[in-house]
């Protein structure tokens, strides 16, 4: 664990700026050097970089002038006084760029309770499946974007999913009270290695808002933990969502394990995910169907 605490990234290039923040670096450049906004840092070899802190406050500062607030007014503010007042905004704004910059304030801060008290304002006007697809959505693809372009740090990944994971299980724990008439018996897990199950617990939820039956067994489950599944007599449809696993190498060979495991069964496989592209010309038995994502999923169950 201290390995990979020590190897998160602490400086940033005002490309890594831009890229989070959507403000231009020439912008970033003008505002630093007419109202002496930002002070980056420099390396011993005189390449400049910005520190973590540079990151939040150029957000909180985005977030301002979004707002109407003058960069002139900003550049009069304490860092405390911009902190305050980037807070006070987030948790009285309602427009949906609003609340993902809320979110975006909320991961790079650290800050628990701001995600908390701007979630809490969305729900005065928007049910909890307009906040996922609305709000987290789009917020975790430009999640997404920021690390294909290695911007983003882990650490703050995984704080802000971990929080959107817990909103998606207390909302899945109302509806698991009510009695449902369904035949319909869902296994729900995640390949052996693979961790990212925001998209698989949404689907969970979903699931159980129209009544059906789920299991859900989470993040990296061997092949072999579903044995029992596999030769229940009940038909069950496993549905698994691939992000990083299997390895590129391995998934056909995982498919083909699946293929011959539901052969004589009536179960079903649908898999979900960027990897199932891999196999998408395939041809599996009419027991396996592959999806690029849930929302696609959904359309058709």
Not at 173 to 188: A, F, G, H, P, R
Not at 195 to 216: S, V
Not at 225 to 234: D, G, R, S, T, V
Not at 275 to 293: A, E, M
Request: aromatic share 12%; with cysteine; glycine share 2%.
């Amino acid at each position: 664990m201290s390995n990979k605490l020590n190897n998160i990234r602490q400086r940033f290039t005002i490309k890594d700026l831009e890229n989070i923040s959507g403000v231009k670096a020439h912008t970033i450049r003008i505002w630093e050097k007419r109202y002496n906004l930002l002070i980056p840092k420099r390396t011993e070899t005189n390449i400049r970089y910005y520190t973590i802190e540079n990151l939040q406050k150029i957000l909180n500062i985005v977030f301002l002038n979004n707002n109407d607030f003058k960069i002139s007014k900003i550049a009069k503010m304490s860092e405390d006084e911009l902190i305050l007042h980037s807070r006070e905004l987030a948790l009285s704004a309602f427009v949906n760029d609003d609340a993902i910059n809320s979110l975006k304030i909320s991961m790079f801060q650290f800050d628990k309770s701001l995600f908390n008290a701007t979630y809490s304002k969305l729900l005065q006007h928007k049910t909890f499946r307009e906040i996922f697809n609305d709000i987290f959505v789009p917020f975790l693809d430009h999640i997404g974007l920021l690390w294909q372009t290695d911007t983003l740090l882990p650490a703050h990944e995984h704080f802000i999913t971990n929080l959107i994971s817990q909103k998606i299980q207390i909302n899945t724990e109302k509806l698991q009270y009510n009695i449902s008439n369904s035949t319909n018996n869902y296994v729900l897990f995640l390949p052996e290695n693979e961790i990212h199950e925001i998209g698989l617990l949404y689907l969970n939820y979903e699931l159980n808002l129209r009544g059906d039956h789920t299991i859900y067994l989470g993040q990296s489950l061997p092949f072999d933990n579903l044995k029992y599944f596999i030769e229940n007599e009940k038909p069950f449809c496993f549905i698994t969502s691939m992000t990083v696993m299997p390895f590129d190498a391995k998934i056909e060979e995982y498919f083909k394990i699946f293929d011959n495991a539901l052969n004589t069964k009536k179960h079903k496989l649908i898999a979900i995910g960027q990897k199932t592209k891999l196999v998408k010309n395939h041809v599996f038995s009419s027991n396996i169907k592959v999806y690029d994502s849930v929302t696609e999923l959904l359309k058709e169950i």
